[in-house]
């Protein structure tokens, strides 16, 4: 079935039922596909070089009438498309740590689980408030260096809690999941005082690792749209492409550029969720 739109006096509102969760979707128009897999492209470009992207994918596809929680399954197929690309861009072009990439992306594993779960049950609206006032107080220490330099005892005990910070940022992922990339970005940049470059390394492999069963918790719940979630996800793995090649060229100064306006633009969107 396709999604069409029609504005009415008292806003916008999808002519036809959306699909049912878990089927195909139905066929969508041309102009749908078209509209999906160019917004995918810009949105994978973004999510590689700071995150964010699902701030414009999830609304973009409740306003093509899919409910909220179809729309955040369906968003999982892209980003997994997306993340698997960037980690392979990243690999040809020297750009690897899979040990750690892999030990980190395993703490997040339970709470993206979880996270999910909850998405599915609950509305995070305080949780997004709180976090969006957190982001605004972390955004300084995007500027500080190339590289920071952590606090003696943060250095000393770095790995650890970026596991550990791993772990509660899986819960979010899986809750939520947009906005993941920037405090992904922080939470490695701050704890493991390697550049910017390399933090971006890690956070394609970690959130292509956790979206896996939190696909798979969608699955089973009958939350996906298939030909939508590959449509988009042809986009994102294009424009995974180009991101990965910009953030390497680019190093640290276009990245910091990038992390810091997404970081800002999601806080004041968090905040203002109602």
Same mark, same amino acid.
């Given at each position: ?10 806003? +916008?509102?999808?002519? =036809? ?29 973004? @999510? ?11 609304? !973009? ?6 409910? $909220?929680?179809?729309? @955040? ?10 993340? &698997?690309?960037? &980690?392979?861009?990243?690999?040809? #072009? ?21 996270? !999910? ?6 509305? $995070? ?7 969006? &006032? ?11 260096? #190339?590289?920071?330099?952590?606090? $003696?005892?943060?250095?000393? #005990? ?7 910070? /791993? ?14 990339? $920037?405090?992904?970005? =922080? ?11 390399? +933090? ?16 798979? &918790? ?5 939350? +996906? ?11 994102? /793995? ?6 990965? #090649? ?19 633009? =999601?806080? +004041? ?6």
């Amino acid at each position: 079935m396709a999604y069409h739109l029609t504005t009415m006096n008292v806003g +916008v509102q999808p002519l =036809m039922d959306p699909p049912q969760a878990g089927t195909d979707g139905g066929t969508m128009t041309l102009g749908q596909d078209a509209f999906l897999m160019g917004l995918g492209f810009f949105v994978g470009i973004l @999510n590689v070089m700071a995150g964010g992207g699902s701030f414009l994918t999830l609304p !973009a596809m409740i306003f093509m009438g899919m409910p $909220p929680a179809l729309a @955040n399954g369906t968003n999982r197929i892209a980003l997994l498309a997306q993340n &698997v690309t960037s &980690v392979s861009q990243f690999h040809h #072009r020297g750009f690897s740590d899979f040990r750690l990439s892999f030990t980190l992306a395993l703490c997040t594993i339970p709470g993206a689980v979880a996270g !999910a779960v909850a998405a599915i049950r609950f509305d $995070p609206l305080w949780f997004k408030r709180i976090l969006a &006032v957190l982001m605004i107080v972390m955004l300084p220490i995007l500027f500080k260096g #190339r590289k920071m330099t952590p606090h $003696p005892w943060i250095r000393e #005990r770095g790995k650890l809690l970026a596991h550990l910070g /791993a772990f509660v940022l899986g819960f979010y992922g899986g809750f939520v999941q947009a906005g993941t990339g $920037p405090l992904l970005i =922080m939470l490695l940049f701050t704890t493991l005082g390697i550049d910017l470059v390399r +933090v971006n390394m890690h956070k394609v492999f970690i959130i292509g690792f956790y979206t896996i069963p939190a696909l798979a &918790v969608f699955i089973l719940s009958g939350q +996906v749209d298939w030909i939508a979630g590959l449509v988009l996800g042809a986009g994102n /793995a294009a424009g995974a492409i180009v991101g990965t #090649r910009m953030a390497i060229s680019g190093g640290d100064r276009l990245i910091r550029l990038f992390v810091a306006a997404a970081i800002f633009i =999601m806080a +004041v969107k968090l905040f203002l969720m109602r």
